[in-house]
């Protein structure tokens, strides 16, 4: 296995409005390393989202190549993307996105049950990714009995359960107050610490600090991409 | 996804949205409880039909020969009528003759009735069924007495003035006393009572107890039928295969009888418990084919409702239809787990209309003289149309979910 994650080149994504073609990518290039924490940054409108949604299979490129984890995705079928999704991918969203009506365990096995999983596998896979985020306790509390850094928290465990080769977290502590937006980063530094590939997408120079690596999204193009001196330090 | 986390994870949304589902499945639940109500009912008819029309009328494996059918079945034509009544009647001797002949182990029983006003100590008992027969009647009406005794053959053959009396009779003419050895008068002919029929209960609401039975050839039998005539004779067989023997037995000796050549139609009639039961075979036939329509229009309805309310679903979940897509859900794993749903709230919704529709028999069984006979068939029916229903009412919205694409699902509010 490569130590590519990603790679990404001349990615581009245009969209066809009536009589008018609008360009949200104009050509990336990136390349994401294992084991890499980064920052994906920008203006809205700067094309960060559209990046976001191709990097994490929601979405097909109009030009350019996409190879996750050694295969080539550009091209894949909505089933194959899906499957990518299922088994490469760990989503992790502004609002949490839980099933409100599913116990955290039940959420957390949400992948597992796509994956096609048996039944006492993935409660013990949950469990244990409920544990790894310091959770192990609230298993079967519903989204509503737990607080917004616990959903996020959960969230994550969802985002891990099937050992996924990107963690890829759209603006995660949006929707958090500070003093819970340093818990969740902690628990994301704690991930990369354990060798896990961090892709995070946000507006906020302070949740990007904790990454190792920033890039910036310009006009549909890649503005600037510097290492963080904190964590080259 | 597996189809048993589909199951569940339907079986979960139905459990935390209990008045949604509810809403969701009366249509199919009224469209099964009708087919199921209506099954049983006409089962329940069936039965009732056979053991206690037709056979209590007329007697287990027994036809009687007459004049004409004596249960008029579908339409009668006026010229079918003038056709009947241009017969010639059966007599007693006809009775005798066939009798000598017969070869078939047979109970005979010759028959006269007619309806009467009989008086017992001032008492006046109007509208009761005179019958004039012979002791054989009893074994095939398979009559139980709860007092005395029937007429032997001798007192047939002596013409006693003898009685045997149906319970209501007893009841009317003699409360509170013991009816055995007490006078009865008809016409002015005193008659002593000597048993009482077990009670029969009713047929339609009409009592089967106003009757009161006497030796054919008593004196009181100018009054009931012409002089040597008879309305029939009932003929009992051990089983129903030697039923048909003795009836082609009876059919050739009448014929012979009568000088009729080969190909001229019967000029008289046979009634059994079979051909009594034409005139309600139709019936139940109109029933049975208007059915399906009724329960059709209310499946279609309910098949309607479910989709509205599973397009009302997936409009409130596209959110949660993203979010599954994004971690992996295949179109057709959401697909599966609407049609699932779909399929699994009108399921529950046939279950339920089981449930209530032989609740509903029930209910007609205890305040009506039908016995309830739910049909196995017509739950299974029930439970595989309410199913079939809630796939085909969940395919577009299903279909709906599945083309859903993940990112304006994750955009939506």
């Known amino acids: 296995m490569s130590d590519t994650v990603i790679r990404v080149t001349?990615?581009?994504?245009?969209?066809?409005?009536?009589?008018?073609?609008?360009?949200?990518?104009?050509?990336v290039d990136v390349e994401i390393r294992r084991n890499e924490y980064v920052a994906i940054m920008g203006p809205s409108g700067s094309g960060k989202s559209t990046l976001m949604n191709l990097i994490g299979c929601l979405d097909t490129p109009t030009g350019g190549e996409y190879w996750l984890n050694g295969q080539e995705v550009s091209r894949m079928s909505d089933d194959a993307l899906a499957r990518v999704r299922n088994k490469e991918i760990g989503f992790v969203f502004q609002t949490f996105n839980l099933l409100?009506?599913?116990?955290?365990?039940?959420?957390?096995?949400?992948?597992?049950?796509?994956?096609?999983?048996?039944?006492?596998?993935?409660?013990?896979?949950?469990?244990?990714?409920?544990?790894?985020?310091?959770?192990?306790?609230?298993?079967?509390?519903?989204?509503?009995?737990?607080s917004g850094g616990q959903r996020q928290r959960v969230a994550i465990a969802r985002g891990l359960v099937n050992d996924p080769a990107l963690l890829l977290a759209d603006e995660p502590t949006g929707n958090l107050d500070s003093t819970t937006t340093e818990e969740i980063l902690g628990v994301f530094d704690r991930l990369h610490e354990q060798g896990q590939t961090i892709v995070i997408v946000t507006h906020e120079p302070d949740v990007a600090k904790h990454s190792e690596r920033t890039v910036v999204i310009r006009d549909g193009r890649i503005a600037s991409d510097t290492l963080n001196r904190s964590a080259a330090a | 996804m597996k189809m048993f986390d589909a199951v569940r994870e339907a079986a979960h949304t139905i459990r935390t949205q209990k008045l949604k589902t509810a809403f969701s499945a009366i249509g199919v639940l009224i469209g099964v409880t009708f087919l199921i109500a209506v099954v049983s009912i006409?089962?329940?008819?069936?039965?009732?039909?056979?053991?206690?029309?037709?056979?209590?009328?007329?007697?287990?494996?027994?036809?009687?020969?007459?004049?004409?059918?004596?249960?008029?079945?579908?339409?009668?034509?006026?010229?079918?009528?003038?056709?009947?009544?241009?017969?010639?009647?059966?007599?007693?001797?006809?009775?005798d003759y066939i009798q000598a002949r017969l070869t078939t182990p047979a109970v005979v029983s010759?028959?006269?009735?007619?309806?009467?006003?009989?008086?017992?100590?001032?008492?006046?008992?109007?509208?009761?069924?005179?019958?004039?027969?012979?002791?054989?009647?009893?074994?095939?009406?398979?009559?139980?007495?709860?007092a005395g005794r029937i007429f032997t053959p001798q007192e047939l053959r002596a013409s006693q003035p003898v009685m045997v009396v149906g319970s209501l009779v007893a009841e009317k003419l003699f409360p509170g006393q013991d009816p055995?050895?007490?006078?009865?008068?008809?016409?002015?002919?005193?008659?002593?009572?000597?048993?009482?029929?077990?009670?029969?209960?009713?047929?339609?609401?009409?009592?089967?107890?106003?009757?009161?039975?006497?030796?054919?050839?008593?004196?009181?039998?100018?009054?009931?039928?012409?002089?040597?005539?008879?309305?029939?004779?009932?003929?009992?067989?051990?089983?129903?295969?030697?039923?048909?023997?003795?009836?082609?037995?009876?059919?050739?000796l009448m014929r012979e009888r009568r000088g009729l050549r080969p190909g001229t139609p019967n000029n008289f009639d046979f009634t059994d418990s079979k051909s009594a039961l034409v005139g309600w075979n139709k019936i139940s036939k109109v029933l049975?084919?208007?059915?399906?329509?009724?329960?059709?229009?209310?499946?279609?309805?309910?098949?309607?409702?479910?989709?509205?309310?599973?397009?009302?679903?997936?409009?409130?979940?596209?959110?949660?239809?993203?979010?599954?897509?994004?971690?992996?859900?295949k179109r057709s794993d959401v697909l599966m787990q609407f049609l699932v749903e779909s399929a699994a709230i009108s399921t529950f919704g046939a279950?339920?209309?089981?449930?209530?529709?032989?609740?509903?028999?029930?209910?007609?069984?205890?305040?009506?003289?039908?016995?309830?006979?739910?049909?196995?068939?017509?739950?299974?029916?029930?439970?595989?149309l309410g199913m079939t229903v809630g796939m085909v009412a969940g395919v577009y919205p299903a279909t709906r979910a599945a083309k859903l694409d993940p990112i304006v699902a994750l955009r939506s509010e």
């Not at chain 1, 990615?11 to 609008?22: C, K, P, W």
């Not at chain 2, 007619?114 to 095939?140: N, Q």
């Not at chain 2, 339609?204 to 100018?222: C, E, H, I, L, Q």
């Not at chain 2, 209309?353 to 739910?374: K, Q």
């Open chain 2, 180 to 252: 055995l050895g007490k006078e009865i008068t008809v016409s002015g002919i005193p008659y002593r009572v000597i048993g009482v029929v077990a009670p029969q209960g009713t047929l339609f609401g009409f009592s089967m107890d106003k009757f009161v039975v006497t030796p054919y050839s008593a004196p009181a039998r100018r009054f009931i039928c012409p002089i040597g005539v008879l309305d029939y004779v009932s003929f009992q067989a051990a089983n129903p295969q030697t039923m048909l023997v003795l009836r082609d037995e009876v059919e050739g």
């Open chain 2, 288 to 329: 049975i084919t208007v059915l399906p329509l009724l329960v059709g229009i209310g499946l279609v309805v309910g098949g309607i409702v479910i989709m509205n309310i599973m397009l009302v679903s997936v409009t409130e979940r596209v959110r949660e239809i993203g979010v599954r897509k994004a971690l992996g859900a």
């Open chain 2, 42 to 95: 006409i089962e329940g008819m069936n039965s009732y039909m056979e053991n206690k029309f037709a056979n209590g009328l007329i007697g287990l494996n027994t036809f009687q020969l007459a004049r004409q059918p004596s249960v008029a079945t579908g339409n009668v034509t006026d010229e079918m009528w003038r056709d009947w009544q241009r017969r010639p009647r059966i007599r007693y001797s006809d009775a």
């Open chain 1, 10 to 27: 001349g990615l581009q994504r245009s969209y066809v409005m009536g009589a008018e073609t609008i360009h949200a990518l104009r050509g």
């Open chain 2, 351 to 384: 279950a339920c209309g089981v449930g209530l529709g032989i609740a509903l028999a029930m209910v007609v069984s205890a305040v009506s003289p039908l016995p309830a006979a739910v049909a196995p068939w017509s739950v299974v029916l029930g439970v595989g």
């Open chain 2, 110 to 146: 010759r028959y006269c009735q007619d309806r009467a006003t009989i008086e017992a100590g001032g008492k006046v008992a109007k509208d009761i069924t005179l019958i004039g027969t012979e002791p054989s009647y009893f074994t095939i009406k398979n009559y139980d007495l709860t």
């Open chain 1, 100 to 146: 409100p009506r599913a116990t955290a365990l039940q959420n957390v096995e949400l992948p597992l049950v796509y994956a096609g999983v048996p039944a006492a596998e993935r409660r013990r896979k949950a469990a244990a990714a409920l544990e790894r985020v310091g959770l192990g306790s609230r298993m079967d509390h519903k989204p509503n009995e737990l």
